[in-house]
Every structure is written in structure tokens, then in C-alpha cells.
């Protein structure tokens, strides 16, 4: 087994140089690199090995044989000598609500606490359990607890429709859901009960909902199937027995399902098992933000995406690391809420959004002027391309020229990280995710497969080898997993995403290649929106492209054939984004609808996409080859009605 010296030294690096010096020895020896970065968590029992694999199946394992539950890396190691630290401090979505600190031992108390109750309820090992919470400690706590029992959790994030729950309680088959009777989101509550409860009529195999008290709407508890959270406590207090062992898992049993969009059908669930996750995320943690114990590190994102799940619930927690979690919105209830969370609890590293961070420069530079941001060391960003222009904002109005900003670019089926600067190591480049992370290996790819060589290319970007922290499978469905990121191109992860790579081999994520949006950093699949506008009563049929918006990154702007349409076509337009709301949920409802009497098709009847992006882009000046068009003068009333 490797030494402690060489452990350290892959994870704290301290140089450029010695960063190319890890990633070459991380892509030669890949398995002795992965198994010395393995020793550095809690183990019950060691791998027999390290790793197995082919990308054909696929079939990938790590750690094969290795015993471990990953709430012991999270909490139980740092018990005895860190268990007075603040793990996670929580800050209301109303400033003028307390804040609460929950140190190591408080949240190992209570993540125990929550899985008798767990257990209490009939929930065992391999169960999947749903869970759709506000972003309160208790949410991270539901997370951790599912995790501690061996049960498997499936988060949907809170701005979901009833009718996507339901998708995905029944694709998993979930036996129990864990919810609150509502969330606050800076001026509004979500009745999130109320939103199971309509999921709930659909999901027969669904047997208990745990409630826990938020906002105190009214709410339906139903005799038999509902219980609240706080009454489900106390009956554990009296039990007596606040520990809980953690189950022992095997490296490759499933932690966590997650639920994201692609180009074709309905979300499918990307599966992440307990030991590679584990592994990738603290690492990647670690090693980009070079961070330390004590640092206070702020993630802006939700639990409910992969943001949250690897870089708020887990990946710092193995770390010992100390998380501002924030259960609003960064504008309210002013747009300077964000830099007074910072001032109030001196965060230290900051990882937020482009869209984020967009929105915020839309405010002025007066809402920054006044405020204390000299903690701030570290930046970070995801979800999206950074433009140059949010770069240097973040840079210069919130960094003030000393903090290094991590771009750091990943995916829900990535795990973690895979191309970003290591903080204070790699020189920076704006709008750069600039090199992969040691044991990350990528390459871009031609519409053919083959490998692009050389440096200042473009290219469709792939992986070419496994990393610990990849997804293993899509949930019931390991051939969807093949067809979608492993045939493309033969023996190589694609990702979906067109990169470049400059004259000194830096990254840039150009945007998604497929039918899959980033809007405000979410992740759309146009297939997605448009079976839901098509399921409003007078549609015939729709499309829907992307378009550059200043804030959002990208907006959705769906052309719809609607013949049948109310004389008022604003109210029509409502209908249809209501439509939108109602079956996936307010994040995917359309900017712009534009209505047409046809959609722009081939002979052969497929929709030329490329031409109504351009329109929605503004730009009809050059349309290309319209001529293998069925009716080209479709495309003349196109540019016309154009919004
Ligand atoms: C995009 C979010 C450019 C990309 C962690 C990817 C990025 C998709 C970046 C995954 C970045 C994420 N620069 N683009 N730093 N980070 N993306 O699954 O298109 O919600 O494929 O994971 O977001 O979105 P997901």
C-alpha cells in the first residue's frame, strides 16, 4: 500500500510543475494513483481491487470487494478530534430568522437520529426513498440518513412539477418520500406537500411520507401514510438509543439516483454507487480548492442537483470541511443578500453560477461597494460556460484581483469535477475550465470518432478512461446508459459537449452539441418541453431551440402549430406555459412562443433545427441550404413572425 508522504503530496499540490508530475503519474498508473487517494477515507474493509473495466457494456468497478459506508468518511472520523466544528451553518431565507450551526457531532447526532426514525418506518437497505425538501439542514440530513441505512436516494429538486415526482417515484419504485409541508423561496412558499400529495395519486408504491414542519401551511395528512418528522423524532428519543450503526455497503452498491434531462425521452436516472463517489468527490473537493480545515466554503447551489449532492452534502463533508448552506434566493430580499452572507459569516471560498453571477451585475456595482468581502480567497463556478465579461466581474468587483475563480466543469454523470484549475496552482485563463484534474483524462473527437491531435482544436469532447467518480449505469435501464454516452464513439464516455482546446491545451466548454439546454445553469432537454407543450389541447406540434439570454445563458423559445388557438394569442401562450409548469415545472416553461402554421421539414420529415435556432438567434440573414426543404416557404412566414 502507499505511503503516507506520497498520499499527501497528491492531495495538496502545490505547484504547476508538480501538478503535471501528478496528472502524468495519475494517467500511467491510474490504479496506484486511485488506490492512494482511496487510503485517505474510512474504510470498514479494504478493496481486493482497484479497478475493472470496458466501455462497451459498460462495466465499470472500483474498488471491487472494499467494504464501507460513506457517512463514516462524512461524520464518524472527525468525532474525536474535530467534532466541535461547525459542519454545516444554515442561513434562512428571511435574514431576519436565526441562523443555526450544526457542528460534526450535532450532525452525526442527528443524521443517526433521523435513520432509526428511517428504520422506524419500515425503510431497509436497498429501498429507494424520494426525497423533495427545502434547502434546510434537514434536507441534508434526510440525504446523509438514507445513506447511513443503505437506502437509496433520489432528490428531486424542489421545482419540480407533481407529474415529474411521479415519473420518477415510479421509474424507482420509491417506498417512501421524505418532504416538508412547504419551502420558502424568497417571497413565495411552495406548497410542497401539497405537490406530493397530487404526485401521490399516481404512486401506488408509495407507503409512508415523512412531513417535516417549515412553513405550517395547512396540509393533508393521510391516516396510515403520513407522519411528521418532528413526532417520528421524539418517539426515537424515547427509544433511547440515539446511536445508529452504519450499514456496511459494498464499493459498488448504489448510493443515489439522480434524475437528469437529455436529448431524447423522459429523465433518466443516473445511478452513482458508495465507494468511486466517495472517493472522486472528496478528492476533486480537496484538490481544486486546495482546501484546508477552517476555511469556510460557501455553495450556493441547490441538494436537489448534483452540485449540491457532491459539492454541499458529501464531497466537503469527507473533508471535514465547514459549509454555509442557504435556503433562499440571491436577490432576496435584496440583491445584495448574497456578498451580506458572505460578510456575515466570512466565507472564504465562494462557488456559485454564471447565471448567478449574471443577475448579480445586473444590479450595479452599488450593491457590492458597501460590503466587507476581504474573506473571500477562493472563487468558484459551474453549470455553465462563464463569459468573459461575468469572469471579470466576479474577478475584480468580488474577488478584488486576489482570488483565483475555479471554473470547474462536470455533470451530473461525471460525479465531480473532471477539467478545472487547481486554486492557486494553475494559472488561469478567462472563460477557460483550463486542464483536467489528475486521473481525469480527455479528448476531443471529430463527428466521426477520431481523435483530434494537436492543440488550437475543436472538437466534441470525450473521456477516454474510467475515474472513480462516474456513472455506473441509468436506473432499470442499463441499456439507455449504453446508447446515450457509450456508442457514439467506440470504447468513449461522451459527454455531449463541444470543446476547444487552445494553443496550450487549455479547455473550453463551448455549450451542449445535443438537444439538451442549460437554462439559468439547469439542464433542458427540448424532447422534454415540447411532449409537454404537446400535450396542450389545441397543439398540433412544436419545437423548441435554445437562445442566447443575457442572464439566463440560454432561454427557451418553442415554435408551436397551433390552428385551433384562442383569437387572443397571449392567452393561448399562457395556457401553454402553464401547460409547461404543470407537467414539468416552472423551470422549463418557455420565454418565447412563437406561433407557425408549419414546422420547417425535410422530405423525409425531420425537422431542420438548425434553421429555427438561427431565427430564434436573430440571425435570418444567412439560413444555409433550405432546399432539400418540403415546403421552403415555411421558412419565409418563420422570419417574419419572428420574436
Ligand atoms: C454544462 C452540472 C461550461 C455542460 C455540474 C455540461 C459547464 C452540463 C460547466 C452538465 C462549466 C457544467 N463550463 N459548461 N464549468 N459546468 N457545464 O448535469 O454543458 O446539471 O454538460 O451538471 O452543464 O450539467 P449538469
Redesign the pocket.
Known sequence: MTNLRYQFKIMKITSFDQYKQVYKHSVEQPEEFWAGIAETFQWKKKWDKVLEWNFKEPNVKWFQGGKLNITESCLDRHLEKDGDRAAIIWEPNDPKDEHRVLTYKQLHEKVCQFANVLKNNGAKKGDRICIYMPMVPELAIAVLACARIGAIHSVVFGGFSAQSIADRIQDASCNIVITADGSFRGNKEVPLKSIIDDALVQCPTVERTIVLTRTRTPVAMIKGRDVWWEDEIKKVETQGNPSCPAEEMDAEDMLFILY?SGSTGKPKG?VHTCGGYMVYTGYTFKTAFQYEPGEVYFCTADIG???GH?YIAYGPLTQGATSVMFEGIPTYPSPGRLWEIVEKFKVNILYTA?TAIRSLMSFGDDVVKNKDLSSLTKLG??????NEEAWHWFDEKIGHGNCPII????????GGFM??PIANVTPLKPSF?TLPLPGVQPILVDEYGKEIEGNGVNGNLCIKFPWPGMLRTTYGDHERCRTTYFSAYENLYF???GCMRDENGYY?????VDD?L?VS???IGTAEVENAINMHSSVVESAVVGYPHDIKGQGVYAFVVCPNKHEDDELTRKDIVMTVARIIGAIAKPDKIQFVSGLPKTRSGKIMRRILRKVAEGDTSNLGDTSTLLDPAVVDEIKTGAL
Open positions: 437528469t443516473v442537483w448534483i452540485t457532491s454564471p463556478s459551474v453549470g455553465e460556460p462563464i471554473d470547474t466543469w462536470w455533470q451530473t454523470e461525471t477539467i478545472s475550465a459527454t455531449g459537449d473550453r466548454i463551448t455549450g451542449r439538451v442549460n445553469g439547469h439542464r
